[in-house]
């Protein structure tokens, strides 16, 4: 069964660093791993140190120009095979694992058919996988267009402040309001320090949130991230690094 881990939260949180992070930890463990990144902002794949990727946005707009197009030579072309073969196109190998780059929101038009199609596309490219760890929108656009369906673990990266836990709270319940087929919600408060640890703790509890784990501020990170560096390349021993494995292995891994 393919476990399926979406990660969200407000700009600045380090989010993508969380899911970055936890994709170098599984990278290593022998599972076959499909890392998604569905935010519009696009981040993980240079964090990850994979640039210029192409993205299953630019396959949409392609499909659509074709859809709209008149055909009278092909009027029967099947348009499923043709986006599910340009999503396979665009999977990035990397060592390790597999990238996947949502993209850019659509432009006018209805996309309804298409994100139809790619629904479909989806459920069966997760299942081919051990894991997917998605890198989400905080939004939860995605889970709303239930592009991606089913969820095992949502977790909400917020900062080392009540304002970022309260996002986390609202997330929580958005969730619940879509309706949306997710398992277990979790909170990782990202950049924390000796001194907020136990506050954040007990913040957490008053808001009923399952604080899954805490993330030490590591200024390594900060300094990777000001020159470019893949946070893969971090060391074992980082503070981030030892602590989402921990998190990972409370996930069940």
């Given at each position: 069964m393919t476990k399926v881990i979406a990660i969200t939260g407000k700009g600045g949180t380090g989010k993508t660093?969380?899911?970055?992070?936890l994709i170098r930890y599984l990278s290593k463990s022998g599972k076959f791993l499909l890392a998604v990144d569905a935010d519009a902002d696009t981040n993980l794949p240079e964090t990850l140190g994979c640039e210029d990727v192409k993205t299953?946005?630019?396959?949409?707009?392609?499909?659509?120009?074709?859809?709209?197009?008149?055909?009278?030579d092909n009027p029967?072309?099947?348009?499923?095979?043709?986006?599910k073969s340009k999503v396979y196109e665009i999977i990035e190998e990397m060592p390790g694992y597999d990238l996947l780059v949502m993209g850019r929101p659509?432009?006018?038009?209805?996309?309804?058919?298409?994100n139809n199609l790619l629904r479909g596309i989806m459920d069966k490219l997760i299942v081919n996988y051990d894991v997917v760890v998605i890198d989400a929108e905080a939004g939860l656009e995605h889970f709303s267009r239930k592009i991606i369906r089913d969820i095992d673990d949502l977790i909400v990266v917020t900062d080392a402040s009540r304002r970022g836990f309260r996002t986390a709270e609202r997330i929580h319940e958005l969730v619940d309001e879509l309706d949306s087929n997710v398992g277990k919600i979790h909170v990782i408060a990202n950049?924390?320090?000796d001194i907020n640890r136990e506050k954040l703790a007990t913040l957490a509890g008053d808001l009923n949130l399952n604080l899954i784990g805490m993330v030490p501020l590591d200024p390594e990170i900060e300094e990777m991230?000001?020159?470019g560096i893949p946070l893969l390349e971090l060391?074992?021993?980082?503070?981030?690094?030892?602590?989402?494995?921990?998190?990972?292995?409370?996930?069940?891994f």
């Open positions: 660093a969380v899911a970055a992070l299953i946005g630019d396959a949409k707009e392609a499909l659509q120009e074709e859809i709209t197009k008149p055909r009278p029967d072309m099947n348009k499923e095979s043709v986006l659509e432009g006018t038009g209805c996309y309804c058919y298409v950049k924390v320090t991230d000001i020159g060391p074992d021993d980082s503070v981030a690094v030892v602590e989402i494995e921990q998190i990972a292995k409370k996930l069940g």
